[in-house]
């Protein structure tokens, strides 16, 4: 069989699809008979030796629209990419992301959906151009022969939202990066600290500042907490709390602008902005906080709740969406829209540390179940 996959977001590694991209590729399943044409929008000139396969061949297209916006991305995998792909004669194509690409029924086309957050949140639809962009999408997520979404949830919001049929639609849960499989040794977190002028003990929540990550909440629930510790005379200090992301108060209204945001709690003394951080640096980042605390709106699946349970962190994260799947019984839930309850669940787990540790190591326990190899081989048993 040959078959056709879509690597376009190996250009771009540092964000979740371009890590399930990498992974799914990483793990190709080796089948006699069977050829993989990898389709991407960059010559990579040496990168990504893995792909180094007999069975493999990567066929760089570059896009004439130099720019890279929507209107490239559409013209890549709406137009040019079915076409190349139906001369290579491919029998079957894999698209590792919800994509515009729409192939003839003779090509069996497995389509990997991860969210479905344009449709449950329409805000993100600020423009006519996002706008037709998501309705091509849909449109392309009915046609598709199967769908494999990374959660149960997403699959429910793909049958429910975009009225796919039940039958067609498989979930199977996606892992992390190997990177955070294995616990910084405490020099290792010794030095990473220092580069980023941390003590250890620290409250930790990372992935942006987008609204749905429900960073504003979290802050208010911090608010909470000073005013709490400092009413009952606590002589215990309450943690810092340190964010990671890029501030980007442009983008409002999708993006909060975390600056402001913290200068009007007047927490400026215990927050702590580190900015964007490195994934060589985040295992040491999350194995040194006290906790990890992920409050989102919404996930397709939640890949920092498994990071940080590969570092044996405790996490309080909200119980929307998908990341109770993540989490099973190994977190502490709070309320996502609630910031009283998210500085309960905080400070349960600050008052007790012996419990908080036993949920640290269970999580790290639960983390193993999560494999990209599983992940990869329910793909194939869709073709």
Known sequence: MRIGINGAFLRRPGVGVG???????????????????????????????????????????????????????????????????EQDQCDAF????????????????????????????????????????????????????????????????????????????K????AVDDIFRVIPSAAEQQQILHNY?????????????????????????????KDQYILAGKSVDLPKLVLSGRPQPQLAPLVIDIERRIRELDVEQEVRLLGFVSQADLPAIYSSAVLFVYPSLYEGFGMPVLEAMCQRTAVVCSSAASLPEVGGDTVRYCDPNDSNDIAQQIDWLLSHPEERVALAE???????????????????STL
């Open 171 to 174: 979930s199977s849960l996606i």
């Open 19 to 85: 890590q399930v991209s990498e992974h799914v590729l990483r793990h190709l399943l080796v089948r006699p008979g069977d050829e993989y044409i990898i389709y991407t929008e960059e010559a990579f000139q040496g990168h990504f030796s893995w792909l180094s396969r007999a069975d493999i061949t990567v066929k760089p297209m570059l896009p004439h629209w130099r720019r890279d916006d929507l209107i490239r991305k559409v013209w890549w995998e709406k137009y040019l990419l079915p076409r190349v792909v």
């Open 94 to 169: 894999i698209s590792l992301y919800q994509s515009t690409t729409i192939l003839p029924p003779s090509i069996h086309h497995t389509m990997i959906v991860h969210d479905i957050i344009p449709k449950l949140f329409p805000e993100y639809l600020n423009n006519a151009r996002k706008k037709l962009t998501w309705w091509l999408t849909e449109r392309a997520i009915r046609k598709a022969t199967n769908i494999v979404t990374v959660s149960e949830c997403s699959r429910q919001d793909v049958i429910r939202s975009v009225g796919v049929n039940a039958e067609k639609v």
């Open 197 to 225: 002028d941390l003590q250890s003990g620290y409250i930790y929540h990372g992935g942006g500042f987008e609204v749905r990550k429900n960073t504003e909440t979290l802050l208010h629930a911090y608010k909470q907490l």
């Open 362 to 380: 269970r999580g790290l326990e639960r983390s193993q179940q999560f494999s990209w190899a599983s992940f990869v081989q329910d793909i194939f």
